[in-house]
């Protein structure tokens, strides 16, 4: 009997980059360094348009420069994380200070690497980005039951935008990613402990009072929805329907 042949091993997904670089010369390099190294990389030279080239590519990793025409870095960034857009983001920039990789990361980068840098430094970063980001999702899949639809409000899975009534909520970052944790979960209990490594995410120093002054602001803008944040002392926080 002639033995079954094994099916051939299917090859690994090829990872996307979007690089948004206005220097011609660091573009080019870049792309042409990542093309070797068997990645498929768009880019984008102009702040205004990022966003729209970001939408496109759904790039696994974004490198940002800080430095741009049209609309500086950090508000392409700041914007991005508004409009639910959670692509792991590594700056790149000649911007060094420590001042600047703060604000970088509080905006919702998710790592910084200064002008210049080693090429093999940068692949192993955007590598582990990616590694980073897989185990999250699939975290997220085996412990979050998601919500369909809660009270009008509805989260886009792929983008991690939320709905109200078919409409974007324009929520900064921070907003957000509160809004997400608690949808997963409604009506549940949600450990404040959990929610302050979800808004605040890679900050160690974070104080555990700040997760109260994003819930302020969240519930007064969740006031003309049928959901009400509720704070649960000494537990953490739940959306429950309005009474």
Known sequence: M??????PPSAAPVMKLLLIEDNPAMRTTLQRSFERRGMQIVTCDDGARALDRWHASRPDVVLLDLS?????????LARARAAGLRTPVLILTARG?????ILGLNTGADDYLPKPFDLDELEAR?????????????????TEPTAAEFCGLRCDSRSGAVYFNGQVLDLPPRELALLRSLLARPGHAVARERLLEAVFPGELQVQAEAIEVVAYR??????HTGAQLVTLRGL????????
Not at 68 to 76: A, K
Not at 126 to 141: G, K, M, N, P, W
Not at 218 to 223: N, V
Not at 236 to 243: D, H, I, R, T
Request: aromatic share 2%; hydrophobic share 45%.
């Open 126 to 142: 955007v590598r582990a980005l990616v590694r980073r980001s897989a185990a999250a999702l699939a975290d997220d899949t085996r």
């Open 2 to 7: 002639r033995p079954c042949a094994l099916p």
């Open 97 to 101: 200070t420590v001042g600047d990789r």
């Open 236 to 243: 953490g926080y739940l959306l429950k329907a309005s009474a």
């Open 218 to 223: 969240l519930r007064k803008k969740l006031a």
């Open 68 to 76: 741009l025409p049209g609309l500086d870095g950090l508000e392409v």
